[in-house]
Nanobody, 126 residues
Framework: QVQLVESGGGLVQAGESLRLSCAAS????????MGWFRQAPGKEREFVAF????????VYAESVKGRFTISRDNSKTTVDMQMNSLKPEDTAVYYC???????????????????WGQGTQVTVSS
């Protein structure tokens, strides 16, 4: 089991940047793919970004492709997401999550993620 704590959220204006960080504890972190998801008020949780266990594969939602970058440091057991050119529609609670299975190389669905953080609020004003 991996324990996850997100940080880095805040209030910014459209066009600005934020960097989210997810600190993980647990022996299996380096073997697990990680993902970032978000949930806006009144909407379902949606996929944002995925990184494979070794960092070799990144997958992004179309809505954030080219603006967001996910990265990981297995030595520090952290997963970050750099968010540039933020838009009001990026406003949401952002969650990091760990894949249930080890050594996953491709994103499948949010149901495959078994450990979740408490979330961090990102608010983008227009």
């Amino acid at each position: 089991q991996v324990q996850l704590v997100e940080s880095g959220g805040g209030l910014v204006q459209a066009g600005e940047s934020l960097r989210l960080s997810c600190a993980a504890s647990g022996r299996s972190f380096s073997r697990n793919a990680m993902g970032w998801f978000r949930q806006a008020p009144g909407k379902e949780r949606e996929f944002v970004a995925f990184i494979s266990w070794n960092g070799g594969t990144n997958v992004y939602a179309e809505s954030v492709k080219g603006r967001f970058t996910i990265s990981r440091d297995n030595s520090k057991t952290t997963v970050d997401m750099q968010m540039n050119s933020l838009k009001p529609e990026d406003t949401a609670v952002y969650y990091c999550a760990a894949d249930r299975l080890a050594y996953t190389g491709a994103y499948r669905s949010s149901a495959d993620f078994g450990s979740w953080g408490q979330g961090t609020q990102v608010t983008v004003s227009s």
